[in-house]
């Protein structure tokens, strides 16, 4: 019981420890001049739709949540943030050549269309993030258009 009560101990010290590690959050205080909404034409319903399904893991502003300021959630969700910026970044979009454009919109069409994204893991906890079918339609056919016009 006594080993019990010590590791206890250890491990709640450890947890008050690791809330001061410091972090870098993923946030801007604007929207840059390369970002996929500032170089296109983006009608408001899509471009509300990506804020709200996509940014917080595909851009350089994530809106936290509360459980953010906890550790080790927040080493989990900066992690997630990183890999999705790595695979796409929509703040950095007029920074990709024509050809790495079309191949993300593919990717971005495919994804969507199966329902791989938004990713469940996020949609659990952010329902708005759900597109329901008219806003899934309508995304699908802005993207698509817009990969058209790379095509040509």
Not at 121 to 144: G, Q
């Amino acid at each position: 019981m006594k080993i019990l009560k010590i590791t206890l101990g250890v491990f709640l010290v450890i947890m008050l420890v690791v809330q001061f590690v410091p972090r870098h959050p993923n946030k801007s205080s604007e929207i840059p001049p390369t970002d996929f909404t500032k170089v296109n034409e983006v009608p408001q319903p899509v471009k509300g739709k990506l804020f709200e399904s996509c940014y917080d893991c595909h851009s350089n502003n994530t809106r936290y949540p509360w459980y953010n300021r906890v550790q080790p959630v927040a080493w989990f969700l900066d992690d997630h943030i990183t890999a999705g910026k790595k695979e796409l970044n929509f703040s950095e979009w007029a920074n990709y050549s024509d050809r790495r454009k079309n191949s993300k919109l593919r990717s971005i069409i495919s994804q969507v269309e199966d329902g791989e994204m938004p990713l469940d893991s996020y949609t659990f906890l952010h329902k708005e993030a759900v597109f329901s079918e008219k806003e899934k339609k309508e995304f699908l056919d802005y993207m698509r258009r817009l990969k058209k016009g790379l095509e040509l």
